[in-house]
């Protein structure tokens, strides 16, 4: 793909780079709202809207904004979204405003928010940055709605509110809890890591030619299987 395309943009976010499982941005909400389906969704959603409203006048700015002053206006700038965002929860969504509580305003200070604006959309242009906050809300989105799909069905038998697990099924109630969060995310890291080294290790046998054994037909000195070895001992 095209280094800064709409497709590399939503493609980095979501998975090469994905903030919640890759990057391991934005814990405090990750670990505090994900009880259920709902809230990951809720809260990734709007982190998502905020992110690419913030990188595209950001990015729209990055010319007239000093450097000097830059992160105070970037946290001008992602504050008033994050106020129009959270009164239009308030008076749509009451319900899923009332969920989220304290952590919509906390969005302020979501690292994902003010770091996708320093390293990416105080850089490039409007579109790109506009791409690039669709691609890191949706990994974000993506992230806290697996977690909460898991421990809303672990921890109530349900997701998105409707029952999935038979009458006689015993809820673990500690995937409810604080405890569970840390066990689910645990888990998911460890699968996205264990996806993302295996499409190494397959991208370096098909551009190289190493053989299952760990050898190279291409090469006498075995780099490819140093790369390999390399890579597994991440």
């Known amino acids: ?12 976010g979501i998975y090469k780079e994905n903030p919640t499982f890759v990057m391991m941005l934005g814990m405090c909400p990750t670990l505090a709202v994900t009880t259920s389906a709902m809230n990951g969704l809720g809260m990734g959603l709007t982190t998502m809207v905020i992110l690419t409203l913030s990188n595209m006048l950001i990015s729209m700015l990055r010319k007239v904004i000093p450097d000097e002053v830059r992160v105070p206006a970037y946290i001008v700038i992602i504050a008033s979204f994050v106020t129009i965002v959270q009164f239009l929860l308030q008076g749509f969504i009451p319900s899923l405003y009332d969920s989220l509580g304290i952590y919509i305003p906390l969005i302020v200070v979501n690292c994902i928010i003010l770091g996708r604006a320093e390293a990416y959309a105080s850089k490039n242009g409007v579109i790109s940055s506009i791409f690039d906050g669709i691609g890191m809300g949706l990994g974000f989105t993506v992230g806290l709605t697996s977690i909460g799909i898991v421990r809303e069905l672990i921890g109530a038998g349900t997701i998105f ?28 890291v460890a699968a996205m890591n264990k996806l993302q080294i295996g499409a190494a290790r397959r991208g370096i046998d098909k551009s190289e030619g190493c053989m299952k054994d760990g050898g190279c037909a291409n090469c006498s000195n075995h780099t490819c299987s140093g790369k390999i070895a390399e890579i597994n001992n991440k």
């Open 161 to 188: 509110g409707q029952q999935i697990m038979p009458a006689s099924y015993e809820p673990v109630t500690i995937f409810i809890l604080a405890p569970g969060a840390f066990f689910v995310l645990a888990f998911l």
């Open 1 to 12: 793909m095209k280094a800064n395309s709409p497709l590399e943009r939503l493609y980095n």
